[in-house]
């Protein structure tokens, strides 16, 4: 979710879960109550949520304040601060090269987070090849439009889509 719009749309929407992306630290309460409220799982974009840190007491704090079921994030010592925590992690990748993949790889072998997140998600064989290397499950998020597009990443092996576009919710 990047707009309260959004945010607002979730509510009444099907989808289980939201990862948020919008918001601040003084409005995450009453996000969070919402999301909550009705049904939702909410997952905090530590790098996307204004007046957040990264560091293990970001992540203790909203875990304790704010009652969230997990974060999403770059970083590893993020992914070892929600586990402590006692909430779920996300740890989102980026394949913007063969490199790129490998380091990805061992991070996530290193830190252990509940799911992955590869980003972009138009990429079946980039998708593929993830889900073979890895064993948690998979997200693919980031420039993914249209329904066919879905049904091509979840062929390619993706757990679950992030999506932005209300209609495809």
Do not use: C
């Amino acid at each position: 979710m990047t707009s309260i719009d959004q945010i607002e749309a979730a509510v009444n929407s099907s989808v289980e879960r939201v990862i948020l992306m919008a918001g601040d630290i003084m409005n995450l309460s009453s996000i969070v109550k919402s999301l909550h409220d009705s049904g939702k799982k909410v997952f905090v974009h530590l790098e996307m949520v204004g007046g957040l840190g990264r560091d293990h007491s970001a992540v203790q704090y909203i875990a304790e304040r704010f009652g969230v079921d997990g974060i999403v994030t770059t970083k590893t010592n993020a992914v070892n601060a929600a586990r402590q925590a006692g909430i779920l992690s996300i740890q989102r990748v980026f394949a913007i090269d063969s490199p790129a993949l490998e380091t990805a790889v061992k991070m996530i072998r290193q830190a252990r987070p509940d799911e992955v997140e590869l980003m972009p998600g138009l990429m079946p064989r980039v998708i593929q090849e993830m889900k073979q290397r890895i064993e948690q499950p998979l997200i693919v998020g980031g420039l993914i439009r249209t329904e066919e597009e879905i049904k091509q990443a979840l062929a390619s092996g993706a757990n679950h889509l992030s999506i932005g576009s209300v209609e495809h919710w």
